[in-house]
């Protein structure tokens, strides 16, 4: 950010230059593709549109859960709020695996420098908020299912007929690691017999003998 103010409150038409982490970037646009207007999206985090008096840069708002929007002309007549880390990540980010969600590798929300950004699955991203402090849950007894029967995903899973529980954050309540799926817990504790125990967790929940649970 520029020693004065945000990226995306500064409404200077040119090009910022900002020293990060050591490194001295200077702001680069790109074009933001498939909107009725054209309209161009910078790498750190600034929109701007055009009118027959030149270029102008547009305003950003939050919404309720503090992240970035801008309104992008979709039709004629028609403004559509798009997130502003996905408009940067779309132009400047390479997505070869083809990740559906953007994550901020600071944990802060509003901070929509390129290099800050990355692409990530939804356990990815569930994992990370966790780990950075975005997402606190409670460990071991102090789990709020902890010692309770029915825990609600899984009866919603149950009564749909899902069966896929691979990539569902799982809680040790013993040492109140998180992992990213099933599989990694029970690499982790050296369980051999996946399938034992996935049925441990299904049926037995929080009762399970491998002190597992999903988050």
């Known amino acids: 950010m520029t020693d004065k103010i945000p990226y995306y409150l500064d409404k200077r038409n040119e090009n910022l230059v900002d020293v990060i982490n050591g490194i001295e970037y200077t702001e680069e646009w790109r074009p933001v593709v498939g909107y009725y207007y054209p309209y161009e999206v910078s790498s750190f985090g600034r929109v701007r549109g055009f009118s027959d008096g030149g270029s102008f840069i547009k305003n950003q708002h939050f919404n309720k859960k503090k992240y970035l929007l801008t309104a992008i002309r979709e039709k004629e007549k028609y403004n559509r709020p798009i997130f502003v880390h996905r408009l940067v990540a779309d ?3 390479e ?23 990355e692409w990530a699955t939804n356990s990815e991203n569930q994992l990370h908020s966790v780990r950075t402090g975005l997402r606190v849950m409670p460990k071991g007894k102090d789990h709020y299912w902890y010692g309770k029967k029915g825990h609600p995903s899984l009866m919603k899973n149950k009564r749909k007929g899902a069966s896929n529980n691979k990539s569902k954050l799982v809680l040790d309540l013993n040492t109140g690691i998180y992992y990213e799926n099933l599989r990694e817990a029970c690499d982790a504790k050296g369980i051999e017999k996946y399938k034992n125990a996935s049925y441990q967790l299904i049926k037995y929940k929080e009762k399970s003998k491998i002190g597992l649970v999903y988050a």
């Open 91 to 93: 132009a400047f980010l």
């Open 95 to 117: 997505n070869e695996k083809n990740k559906p969600q953007v994550n901020h590798i600071d944990g802060i929300k509003c901070s929509n420098f390129y290099k800050n950004l």
